[in-house]
């Protein structure tokens, strides 16, 4: 088993998690988790929570800072210490 940390950054301050996981867990089997357990906690912010973890398409995800494109995308396997971030994907101009 592995500890990872996870940083959600759907409201203004990120809720930081952490999480034991087994070896070999992939980006995209930690995401299925989180958005299992996405409306624990206080329920106002369960569905701006799950709203946001519902669309996989919509979100930057870095771990240990780098881009999960620049890896193995959502295959990318976690390690003990990882820090995993879910952002909003931005756009303007």
Known sequence: MIQVKV???SQPLPEIL???????????ALLRRIQ?????????DAS???AF????AML???????SIY??????TTL???????FLPMAAGG
Do not use: C, Y
């Open 18 to 28: 952490e999480f034991t996981v087994e070896d070999g867990t992939s980006i995209e």
């Open 36 to 44: 299992q357990q996405a409306a624990v906690g206080r329920p106002e």
């Open 79 to 85: 390690h003990d210490g990882d820090e995993v971030s």
């Open 70 to 75: 620049a890896l193995s995308g959502w295959k």
């Open 53 to 56: 973890l519902k669309t996989p």
């Open 7 to 9: 940083k959600i950054f």
């Open 60 to 66: 930057v995800v870095l771990m240990n800072g780098e």
């Open 48 to 50: 701006r929570k799950e």
